[in-house]
């Protein structure tokens, strides 16, 4: 298969994940219905906890079976059908839900989304290594940014419906409509990437080591490497920055913002993704996904300055705060789609093509600790306030920037 039908097929396949995941944002729809079914600030912070934890844990192993096997197909397969099949379940759960304690209710989503958020993790060191294999370096972020931008269209009519429904439909039916679309979807973008099969690999194939030895490679790798150790740095302060993210609609509850209007927000950070995509996929492969990187992770202080900033300012009634809010998660969904693509792009960079599953692996393994931070900030806004959570995002912004502009030198 040719490069240019691989990248249409990759294309393809992100586009429909990407919808899919619209109608299951975390900083949205997963966060206003688990803060509806519980109204507790740690299970909202757990939201997004789970889903960053468990998308990361898995790929130590999986970056371990795939370089050892030579073959990452089999572990996508595992990952994709996985995820969608997790979605379909909730949506039933969710769907017959009525009859059940809203206790019962809560713990069942909880655990669902628990094992789709680990189940989903399976999929990202088979994806890196297969895109890497199927795309040139030239050509990934656009890759990537053509897999937001269709995504973010056809997300844009997920959200359309998503709206229709809260408004129509009973919660939690409502609820369970809107994840039964992300169910569909995420089905249709596996079939079409499994179709698509695996390239042949024509780096040079390494000694297949032991678990242990593996491990042993990956504490070398962070100790010689010190491009890959200070991006592990930075991305541990990026997962800090996170911690907000299920915050802004709790925020936005507080600022008299009705959570009925969650699609609205949805909306307003799809089409943030969507537009921001063209910047992101030219200043990616022009200027290099450093570059991209350092300029995101700048860009990613003001979002939690204007929420502290709205803090002192008492001019705004509820109709223009709403517009308010529309802007920030505006901001959010353009920020949150740049990071992406710089990430993965960057994280192909610095991967050697014999040890790409590998990089990986150890990479987002030593970061996921980090990613339960957002567990620990629905405890800081239980007992100390909303306020302190994005300060705390903010200065993991501003180490994160320090972190990145000092990601390509040797110091």
Not at 14 to 33: E, H, K, P, V
Not at 322 to 327: A, L, P
Not at 332 to 353: C, H, K, Q, R, Y
Not at 366 to 394: D, E, K, R, W
Request: net charge positive; proline share 4%.
């Amino acid at each position: 298969m040719s490069t240019n039908s691989r990248f249409k097929r990759v294309a393809a396949a992100g586009i429909t994940f990407q919808a899919g995941s619209a109608a299951i944002d975390s900083a949205t729809i997963m966060s206003a219905l688990v803060y509806q079914l519980t109204g507790s600030p740690i299970a909202v912070g757990m939201v997004t906890a789970i889903l960053r934890f468990g998308w990361l844990f898995p790929q130590l192993i999986v970056g371990f079976l795939a370089q050892r096997g030579g073959s990452s197909m089999r572990y996508y397969v595992v990952g994709a059908f996985g995820r969608a099949s997790c979605m379909a379940l909730l949506a039933l759960v969710l769907a017959f839900g009525t009859g059940i304690s809203t206790l019962t209710l809560s713990i069942l989503v909880l655990m669902i989304w628990t094992a789709y958020s680990f189940i989903s993790g399976i999929v990202a060191v088979p994806y890196n290594d297969i895109v890497a294999r199927s795309v040139p370096s030239e050509l990934r972020s656009r890759l990537l940014a053509t897999r937001f931008f269709g995504g973010g269209v056809l997300a844009l009519g997920v959200v359309a419906i998503a709206d229709r429904l809260a408004s129509t439909l009973a919660f939690p039916l409502s609820y369970a409509a809107i994840i039964a679309m992300a169910s569909v979807l995420m089905l249709f973008s596996s079939v079409i990437f499994t179709a698509m099969g695996e390239p042949e690999t024509t780096s040079e194939t390494l000694p297949k080591p032991t678990f242990l030895q593996y491990i042993k490679d990956g504490g070398a790798v962070f100790r010689t490497d010190l491009k890959f150790r200070k991006f592990v740095y930075a991305q541990w302060c990026g997962g800090a920055v996170l911690m907000a993210m299920p915050f802004y609609v709790v925020q936005a509850d507080a600022n008299g913002i009705d959570l009925a209007d969650v699609a609205l927000l949805l909306g307003a950070q799809t089409a943030g993704a969507l537009i921001s995509n063209v910047l992101w996929g030219w200043w990616g492969d022009h200027f290099g996904k450093a570059s991209l990187l350092k300029g995101i992770a700048v860009a990613r202080i003001f979002p939690p300055v204007v929420i502290l900033l709205l803090a002192f300012n008492g001019y705004f009634n509820d109709g223009q705060m709403f517009y308010v809010f529309i802007g920030i998660f505006f901001i959010l969904g353009a920020l949150a789609n740049g990071l992406t693509i710089a990430v993965i792009g960057f994280l192909m960079e610095i991967s050697p093509d014999n040890m790409r599953p590998s990089y990986s692996g150890y990479f987002n393994a030593i970061t996921a600790p980090a990613f339960l931070l957002p567990l620990l900030a629905g405890i800081v806004a239980t007992v100390f306030g909303l306020t302190l959570v994005f300060v705390i995002s903010m200065i993991a912004a501003i180490l994160q920037t320090f972190f990145l502009v000092r990601v390509e030198t040797n110091q």
